[in-house]
């Protein structure tokens, strides 16, 4: 079973590192025109500014909408896994827990620390919205990322239990793929649309095959 998990690990890396090869092909595009992006960088820039005063006066309440977003990610996901969530808790002292009826798999536990489901969700619904919201739902888009990266910052670490059930190779190669992934996805969308879900992992294919071909020749 160890060994298993350690061949899971190498897979991730692989992924992880066709991921970041296609974001290295992709921020040039990125380049070309950083207006597209404003709005999101704003937001970025937004909650990057009100995190002192946002810290200061709101602590306990950003604590437990932390520990609440962690554990419906983890919820989420157990249904998404055909599972049944049998109870949910989450305080802003005690940290939070989910109970997984026979128990989690690795994209139930380790989900909440890559996959920023407001980002995603804002993300999914954009297209619904006319033309002029789009700039508030592109600064809401922004807003929500950097607070799923600090979020993350915070709770990301060797000790947390849920990184631990897994050799560390296996769940931050997990890890880094899907933050890899996602960064391209979102940047992706805001030119693509919602076929940046499926164009960009086109490319993370494409890097990944390369990727291999070097290998082989050495």
């Not at 995190?51 to 602590?59: L, W």
């Not at 915070?154 to 631990?164: F, V």
């Amino acid at each position: 079973m160890l060994i298993i998990r350690y061949i899971y690990g190498f897979v991730f890396m692989l992924l992880a590192l066709g991921a970041f090869m296609g974001l290295v092909v992709f921020f040039p595009v990125v380049n070309q025109d950083w207006r597209v992006y404003r709005w999101f960088i704003l937001g970025l820039i937004t909650y990057i500014s009100l995190m002192g005063i946002t810290n200061a006066f709101f602590d306990q309440n950003l604590k437990f909408f932390r520990t609440f977003t962690h554990e419906l990610t983890h919820a989420i996901f157990t249904i998404l896994s055909l599972k049944r969530v049998r109870a949910f808790q989450a305080t802003s002292h005690q940290g939070g827990e989910i109970h997984v009826v026979g128990g989690g798999n690795m994209l139930i536990l380790l989900s909440p620390y890559c996959i920023p489901i407001f980002t995603i969700a804002l993300l999914l619904f954009r297209p619904l919205f006319q033309v002029q919201f789009a700039p508030y739902l592109e600064f809401a888009i922004g807003l929500s990322y950097f607070f799923h990266l600090h979020t993350n910052w915070l709770q990301t670490g060797r000790r947390q239990t849920d990184i631990t059930k897994y050799p560390l190779l296996t769940s931050y190669s997990f890890i880094w793929f899907f933050h890899f992934l996602l960064i391209g996805i979102i940047f992706s969308s805001f030119r693509e649309g919602l076929s940046a879900f499926w164009e960009f992992p086109k490319v993370i294919l494409e890097s990944i095959k390369m990727l291999v071909s070097f290998l082989l020749k050495y």
